[in-house]
């Protein structure tokens, strides 16, 4: 059988969706392997679930670096792993468009938000200021352009009358670790066949 896609996955905190895209991995029937989790931060705790599963992991703080010194260390750990895709999982760093445009179609993000609407930051406060029946997540292509390149795949989570920013949030979560998995999975699968 040929080799599974190879992913790395971005992280910068607790690293909920990362777990989800990593157990996803390993289940029988998995689409991709998690090669390298890497984080900018040095002791976010996503880092501890990916070495707990014997995953190689990698640290580069961007305090103190440019963005694009910062971007070329997290770069070579990406050739080093020999990775084939990049996903982004809570990583709270916007990617140099040079970076951005060598990856071309091979670095995906999760948002929380259903896209076109809401890019950026505070979109659930956004959504719920605007009288939205619902919010979600959109798993989307990474282009220079923030939070602009092709949507895969959307999660749709209702906005309750007593809603807040934060309660809303807890609900998205659980969408986002059904969604990105299954939408990570389908993009690498599709891009092998073709």
Do not use: C
């Not at 990362?18 to 890497?38: F, I, P």
């Not at 179609?105 to 956004?126: E, M, Q, V």
């Amino acid at each position: 059988m040929a080799e599974k896609p190879r992913i790395a996955i971005f992280i910068s905190g607790s690293g909920t969706n990362m777990a989800a895209l990593l157990y996803a991995s390993l289940l029988d029937n998995s689409h991709y392997q998690v090669v390298l989790v890497a984080s900018n931060i040095p002791d976010a705790a996503g880092l501890e679930i990916a070495r707990a599963e014997g995953v190689e992991t990698f640290v580069h703080s961007h305090k103190g670096h440019s963005r694009e010194a910062h971007d070329a260390a997290m770069e070579a750990a990406l050739i080093g792993a020999e990775t084939e895709y990049l996903v982004l999982a809570g990583y709270m760093r916007i990617l140099s468009d040079e970076f951005v445009r060598r990856w071309e179609g091979r670095i995906l993000n999760i948002h929380p938000s259903l896209l076109p609407k809401y890019k950026g930051l505070d979109t659930f406060a956004r959504a719920i200021a605007a009288g939205d029946s619902h919010a979600g997540a959109s798993v989307h292509v990474v282009t220079p352009e923030l939070d602009a390149g092709e949507v895969l795949a959307q999660a749709r989570v209702t906005i309750r009358g007593s809603e807040t920013p934060g309660s809303l949030a807890e609900r998205v979560k659980y969408a986002e670790h059904q969604l990105y998995p299954r939408a990570v999975a389908d993009y690498v699968s599709a891009r092998k066949a073709s």
